[in-house]
C-alpha cells in the first residue's frame, strides 16, 4: 500500500480521502518506477528499469505504440501529449506521479458520477474499470471534460483492502461496466487499455442504490 504520509503531502485535494485511499488500494503500488506496457492483448515485456532515466528512456521508447502506465497510481503515459520527448521525469516520482494520477483519476470519478447521478457502488467500480481502459461509455475517458466538482457531493467507497492491482484478470463486474469495456477501441495508441485488470467489486455497504436510468 502506498504510504499514508505521501498520499497526504501529495494526493490532489478536490478528490475525498476516501475516494483516494480506495483507488489506491486498487490500482496502487509502492514502486514510482513500475511500468507495465501493453499492446492489445500482448503484455512486453522490458528490464525493470532501476534508475528514473532508464525508466523514462522506456516510456518514451514505446508510448504511442503501446500502452504504457506509469509510477505508484499507474498512470497512463502519453495523455495529452504530441510527442513522446514531452513527457518528463515528474511522472517517476512518487509525489508528482500520485498528485497526477489522483487528479486524473478524480476526473474519471466525477464523470462515471455525473453519468449515475449519484455515487452508486457501481459508480466506483465503473471509475476504476475506466481507469484501466480508459475509455467510459465509448469515450475516451482521460480526454472527456471534467464536469466539476458539484457531483461529488455524496457517500464515499470505503478503502480497499486486497492490496495493489497486479494485472489480475476480471472476475466480476456489473452489467452496465461490461457493456462499456466492450466498446473500447483497440490497436497502436490507444495507451489507456487494460481491460483485464478489473477486479472485485469493492464493498460499498451503506451507499445509496438508486442509479441513473
Request: hydrophobic share 40%; with cysteine.
Amino acid at each position: 500500500m502506498v504510504d499514508a504520509a505521501l498520499v497526504h503531502a501529495c494526493a490532489d485535494s478536490a478528490l475525498k480521502p476516501a475516494i483516494v485511499e480506495a483507488f489506491l488500494g486498487k490500482v496502487g503500488t509502492n514502486d514510482p518506477l513500475a511500468l507495465s506496457i501493453r499492446s492489445g492483448d500482448r503484455v512486453i515485456l522490458v528490464p525493470p528499469p532501476k534508475t528514473p532515466d532508464e525508466a523514462l528512456a522506456l516510456v518514451r521508447r514505446f508510448v504511442g505504440e503501446a500502452e504504457v502506465r506509469v509510477g505508484i497510481t499507474r498512470f497512463p503515459a502519453g495523455v495529452g501529449v504530441k510527442d513522446p520527448s514531452e513527457i518528463g521525469a515528474d511522472l517517476l516520482d512518487a509525489c508528482a506521479n500520485l498528485r497526477m494520477g489522483t487528479a486524473l483519476f478524480g476526473k474519471v470519478w466525477r464523470i462515471v458520477v455525473k453519468w449515475y447521478g449519484a455515487a452508486v457502488p457501481e459508480a466506483f467500480d465503473d471509475a476504476i474499470l475506466a481507469w484501466r481502459t480508459g475509455t467510459f461509455e465509448g469515450k475516451a475517458v482521460f480526454l472527456e471534460p471534467d464536469p466539476g466538482q458539484s457531483e461529488v457531493a455524496a457517500p464515499v467507497p470505503k478503502p480497499s483492502t486486497g492490496g495493489e492491482d497486479e494485472g489480475l484478470p476480471i472476475r466480476e463486474v456489473t452489467p452496465r461496466a461490461a457493456r462499456s469495456a466492450g466498446t473500447q477501441p483497440s490497436g497502436a495508441r490507444q495507451f489507456d487499455e487494460d481491460p483485464r485488470r478489473a477486479e472485485m467489486r469493492i464493498d460499498l455497504t451503506g451507499v445509496g442504490r438508486n442509479r441513473k436510468p
